[in-house]
Nanobody, 124 residues
Framework: QVQLVESGGGLVQAGGSLRLSCAAS????????MGWFRQAPGKERKFVGA????????YYADSVKDRVTISRDNAKNTVYLQMNSLKPEDTAVYYC?????????????????WGQGTQVTVSS
């Protein structure tokens, strides 16, 4: 079992920045990659980005790649999502997820464990 806890969400004005955190515990040695997804009301969950657990490889969705960076702290078993130049359309619940299989997934079907989500609201 892997447990994931997100934090760092909140209300921010357009153009601002936020850094979300995802702390992993449990069988973290079994994690291959960590992903971030977001889900706006009434919409499907969408891929934001992901990073290999080793931290060496990262992928981002085209819609956000110029504004987000994913990093991880090995000592803390924590992955971060830094978001800059936020827009109202970035408003969503943001989830982190753990992928236990080889390869860095970009769809939610590929992830095995999920956090509870953290709300990000961007005001115009």
């Amino acid at each position: 079992q892997v447990q994931l806890v997100e934090s760092g969400g909140g209300l921010v004005q357009a153009g601002g920045s936020l850094r979300l955190s995802c702390a992993a515990s449990g069988r973290t040695f079994s994690i291959y990659a960590m992903g971030w997804f977001r889900q706006a009301p009434g919409k499907e969950r969408k891929f934001v980005g992901a990073v290999s657990w080793s931290g060496g490889v990262a992928y981002y969705a085209d819609s956000v790649k110029d504004r987000v960076t994913i990093s991880r702290d090995n000592a803390k078993n924590t992955v971060y999502l830094q978001m800059n130049s936020l827009k109202p359309e970035d408003t969503a619940v943001y989830y982190c997820a753990a992928d236990l299989t080889t390869g860095i997934g970009t769809t939610h079907h590929e992830y095995d464990y999920w956090g509870q989500g953290t709300q990000v609201t961007v005001s115009s």
